[in-house]
């Protein structure tokens, strides 16, 4: 996967989360997802892995920087796969937390 593809994901999956009813809030320098206020989600690009992960936790984890990886979505599947992916597994989990 090339290097523009791999920068448009965040901002495609930003705008399905949002029209999904979810928020946004900058928490210790990253930007997260929150469905209920409950747990909050980060997406990060993991260079050494060449894929895309899902951190969770609450409020109080993200601040400290000590949450959880959720879920890992690589490269290999390809932009769209990837995109279809995550969205799917924010539907599924992300919004029944």
Same mark, same amino acid.
């Given at each position: 996967?090339?290097?523009?593809?791999?920068?448009?994901?965040?901002?495609?999956? &930003?705008?399905?989360?949002? @029209?999904?009813?979810? @928020?946004? &809030?900058? !928490?210790?320098?990253?930007? =997260?997802? +929150?469905?209920?206020?409950?747990?909050?989600? =980060?997406? +990060?690009?993991?260079?050494?892995?060449? @894929?895309?992960? !899902?951190?969770?936790? +609450?409020?109080?984890?993200?601040?400290?920087? !000590?949450?959880?990886?959720? &879920?890992?979505? @690589?490269?290999?599947?390809?932009?769209?796969?990837?995109?279809?992916?995550? &969205?799917?597994?924010? !539907?599924?989990?992300?919004? +029944?937390?």
């Amino acid at each position: 996967m090339i290097e523009k593809e791999i920068n448009e994901i965040p901002n495609i999956i &930003e705008a399905k989360l949002l @029209s999904l009813g979810f @928020s946004k &809030e900058i !928490i210790n320098n990253k930007q =997260c997802y +929150t469905y209920t206020k409950h747990i909050y989600y =980060c997406i +990060t690009f993991v260079n050494e892995l060449d @894929s895309f992960v !899902i951190e969770d936790g +609450t409020k109080k984890e993200a601040e400290k920087n !000590i949450m959880e990886d959720a &879920e890992l979505f @690589s490269t290999s599947l390809g932009k769209n796969q990837i995109i279809r992916e995550m &969205e799917e597994w924010f !539907i599924k989990y992300g919004m +029944t937390s």
